[in-house]
């Protein structure tokens, strides 16, 4: 039978980081973790304070707009 090495995930994580910041870099690396942060505040609040006086034909107009510049 097989024996499997189990490692703590404290130590999974370090030398994961470790070979990020060799292969990609300090920024980069910072960068990919950047995108699993959890983030702030209510953004269900937000898009309702900040849409709130819009039709959906009004956001479907802008978005096409945009996408045509």
């Known amino acids: 039978m097989t024996q499997l ?3 703590p995930t404290s130590e999974i994580n370090q030398k994961a ?3 990020l910041f ?7 690396t910072f960068r990919f973790f950047n995108q ?4 702030n505040g209510d953004y269900t609040k ?3 304070q ?3 006086e819009l039709s959906f ?3 479907v107009a802008d978005i096409k707009t945009r996408r045509k510049s």
């Open 57 to 59: 034909e009004e956001i």
């Open 46 to 48: 937000e898009r309702e």
């Open 17 to 19: 980081t470790q070979i």
């Open 22 to 28: 060799k292969q990609m870099g300090v920024i980069d």
């Open 50 to 52: 900040l849409l709130k």
């Open 5 to 7: 090495n189990i490692h």
């Open 36 to 39: 699993f942060s959890l983030g």
